[in-house]
């Protein structure tokens, strides 16, 4: 179910890496946990953060999740329609529901990043 | 990611998919999973947060209907020669209004006036009353009572052999009329009957946590799978959607309904709450009469006040509330309004600041966000 061309972070990030470039947003199953997404906060471009901090917030009805970096890198791009449209987010995690794009600061941190296979195991344990 | 439920702190998202063996469950958990229901901890419970999504859920009970199993929620007899007095005596509303078949909302209080629990109390006879109150309370509740009881009613606590379920909406005399042994017309707001339901034993009461029309059914837990069914049938024409705790917290908000844990508890008294209308010092002495007599008199220092967001951000509980950078008050629930499509919160503020119209800021993640404060309910049921 988890796509596998991406890396997937224990805080249910996932990456999608091309070149220097990742693509960022959150996983299928965080967003079944969280509930039908109401609101999001995302940085703007230029902001730089490291691997682990947070990004911005979704909110669902109930409840508020941070948004943490899988890597280290600079904005380079927000996904602009999302903000108007949060439901996306529920609707196609993988694709259309993607938060933001970042330079890579650097590639050596994928090696802290799970598989398609290893995020299914990590949460098929932790349920 | 990680995720602060709106009803209990901070919590990673891998806590929210709690390991819940410890948790009770009420006797449609093999029901709430097989409509494949979020399930999730609440006041030791393990209950159903949502089905088919708690803005749909939400709608149905505001435009048809939704059912709500509540069957977490505390049920306590109190009987005898005594049992009016008793309850005289622990709560701050006048019961000796009630006639039989009647319902009241009320408060189990401190000496300082403060609110150990919301109830409801039923009268079923001069010398018989049902108490119902917050699942999370069960037990401290009954301590409370019983340490009360110089009286000597007598006090069962029947929560575990009973269940609650809760029709609620705009169509739940349509969907309930089909299968209740009596006409439901005849039971007015805030009263009650005994009847069958389905062919079960059952009190009707109607009542309700939505701001909608309703009924709450009270009956022996053993018959709780087959009167579920039986209502979810009955209700199909008409939309009925199962509906979770998440969609009754956000109908109850709008309703300006508050929940203790969240609005109310022993640290904030009943004036301040807004609830001076079930405080009734005149009845004669009770537990917090005088204190809550002097507070009266004097009037309280502080109010919880509705909220409403001016900006896209949410508030949430334990937010804390600014007025010219000084924190002066918190948020004590807070959520989108599915209904009015605004985001609504209470927050308790000193009351020199507390005026409808006036604006304050809700810190959200470090940022002020501004509010106006409002009144409440937010929303309030067209009646014909």
Redesign the interface.
């Known amino acids: 179910m988890n796509p596998e061309g991406l890396l997937y972070s ?4 996932w990456i999608g890496i091309n070149g220097d470039t990742g693509t960022v947003g ?1 996983t299928l ?2 967003q079944e ?4 997404v ?2 999001i ?1 995302l940085p703007g471009v230029g902001d730089k953060f490291d691997a682990h901090k947070s990004f911005g ?12 970096m899988p890597m280290s890198g600079e904005v380079i791009e927000v996904n602009s329609t999302i903000k108007d449209k949060p439901e996306t987010l529920n609707a196609d995690p993988y694709g259309k529901g993607w938060l933001i794009r970042i330079r890579i600061a650097n590639p050596a941190e994928t090696s802290a990043l799970l598989s398609a296979q290893a995020y299914d195991n990590y949460i098929s344990a ?2 | ?7 209990r702190g901070c919590a ?3 806590r ?2 709690l390991r819940v063996t410890d948790l009770r469950k009420t006797a449609l958990f093999e029901t709430h999973r097989s409509l494949k229901a ?1 399930m999730v901890p609440f006041g030791g419970w393990n209950m159903p ?2 089905y088919s ?3 749909q859920e939400h709608t149905a009970v505001r435009t048809s209907v939704g059912l709500f199993d509540v069957s977490h929620m505390g049920e306590f007899i109190v009987s005898g020669p005594e049992a009016l007095n008793l309850i005289q005596f622990v709560t701050c509303n006048d019961a000796s209004r009630l006639v039989d078949g009647q319902a009241q909302y009320s408060a189990l209080t401190t000496e300082e006036g403060t609110v150990v629990d919301d109830l409801l109390v039923y009268r079923e006879s001069a010398n018989r009353y049902m108490l119902v109150v917050n699942a999370a309370n069960i037990e401290s509740d009954l301590e409370w009572i019983q340490s009360h009881n110089t009286f000597i009613a007598r006090i069962e606590n029947i929560s575990s052999a009973t269940g609650l379920l809760a029709i609620q909406g705009p169509l739940a005399l349509d969907t309930l009329r089909v299968i209740a042994d009596i006409s439901l017309n005849s039971i007015a707001p805030f009263h009650f009957a005994r009847s069958y339901v389905s062919g079960v034993d059952t009190m009707i009461s109607r009542t309700g946590y939505t701001g909608e029309d309703g009924f709450e059914l009270y009956f022996a837990a053993a018959n709780s799978v087959q009167l579920w069914n039986s209502i979810m049938s009955a209700g199909k024409r008409h939309g009925l959607l199962p509906a979770g705790l ?1 969609a009754r ?2 109908l109850r908000l709008e309703a300006g309904l508050l929940l203790h844990g969240n609005d109310i508890d022993r640290t904030t008294t009943l004036l301040e709450a807004g609830l001076g209308w079930i405080v009734k010092p005149g009845k004669g002495h009770f537990v917090g009469s005088e204190s809550l007599a002097r507070e009266k008199a004097e009037g309280p220092k502080r109010k919880l006040v509705g909220l409403e967001m001016l900006g ?3 508030a ?1 509980e334990h937010y804390p509330v600014v007025v010219d950078e000084q924190e002066v008050g918190h948020v004590t629930s807070g ?2 309004s ?1 209904t009015l499509k605004k985001n609504i919160g209470l927050a308790y503020l000193p009351v020199d600041l507390a005026a409808v119209g006036e604006t304050c800021e809700v810190l959200i ?1 470090k940022r002020a966000c501004k509010a106006q404060i409002v009144s409440t309910p937010f929303y309030k049921r067209s009646r014909e």
Not at chain 2, 1 to 7: F, G, I, Q
């Open positions: 224990k805080d249910h990030e959150i199953h965080a946990a969280l509930g039908e109401v609101y906060e917030s979704v909110e669902s009805v109930k409840a508020v999740s941070e948004l943490f932790e349920a | 990611m990680s995720a602060r439920s709106a009803s990673r998202i891998r929210l998919v979020r947060v949502e999504g708690i803005i998440g917290n956000t896209p951000e949410i949430r959520s989108p599915i993640r």
